[in-house]
């Protein structure tokens, strides 16, 4: 059974759309913007979890908060970024 899509649309300014074109290029395949935007979204809902999950082991001693910050640093995101509420 083939998945049911929907049309989405957005406005991007000409930097976002850059940002992504860059990030384009570096894949082997290439893909389309709008695959592109769907990757990149799929990897940022992945990235909520690994946080908290990380923050736990710093909590819990197993790793140090100094790789925690690292981490965070290297893929560009700021503790700030995220909620304690959720």
Same mark, same amino acid.
């Given at each position: ?6 049309? @989405?649309? *957005? &406005?991007?300014? =000409?930097? @976002?759309?850059? %940002? /992504?074109?860059?990030? &384009?290029?570096?894949? +082997? +395949?290439?893909p ?5 935007? &769907? &990757?990149?979204?799929?990897? %940022? *809902?992945?990235? $909520? =979890? ?10 819990? %001693?197993? /790793?140090?908060?100094?790789? @925690? #910050?690292?981490?965070?640093?290297n893929? %560009?995101? $700021?503790? #700030?970024? @995220?909620? +304690? +509420?959720?």
């Amino acid at each position: 059974m083939e998945k049911k899509t929907l049309l @989405f649309q *957005m &406005r991007a300014s =000409p930097e @976002f759309l850059t %940002g /992504i074109d860059n990030w &384009r290029r570096h894949q +082997d +395949d290439i893909p389309a913007r709008a695959e592109a935007i &769907r &990757r990149l979204v799929d990897r %940022g *809902m992945l990235l $909520k =979890p690994l946080v908290d999950h990380l923050w736990q082991l710093v909590h819990e %001693g197993i /790793i140090a908060r100094e790789v @925690f #910050d690292n981490v965070l640093a290297n893929a %560009g995101v $700021k503790l #700030d970024d @995220f909620d +304690d +509420d959720e």
